[in-house]
């Protein structure tokens, strides 16, 4: 919860409620997902742990060097529309 990742939270609650003995079904309807996406991360939280229930991807390195993403914000607010 102190994630603030709403995905984070989703996989974590329908794993909890699938350890605490609630039928996959209810766990899937309760948090909106599949019985296959409860199977999956109560899997993936058996084997890693709470770890395993974070996000792992972090994105692409930028294009630009910081100097050329300077000069195309630059650029764009000098733009009236």
Partial sequence: MST?????VKRA???RM?????????????CCVSVQFVDKW????????VEGLKLAYKGSPGYLKPR??????NWIQEKKT
Avoid: P, T
Avoid at 18 to 30: I, N, P
Avoid at 68 to 73: A, G, H, K, L
């Fill in 4 to 8: 603030g990742e709403a995905r984070e």
């Fill in 13 to 15: 609650m329908a794993v």
């Fill in 18 to 30: 699938s350890l605490l003995g609630f039928v996959r079904a209810e766990a899937a309807l309760a």
């Fill in 42 to 49: 109560k899997a993936i939280y058996l084997a890693s742990g």
């Fill in 68 to 73: 050329e993403r300077e000069n195309v914000i």
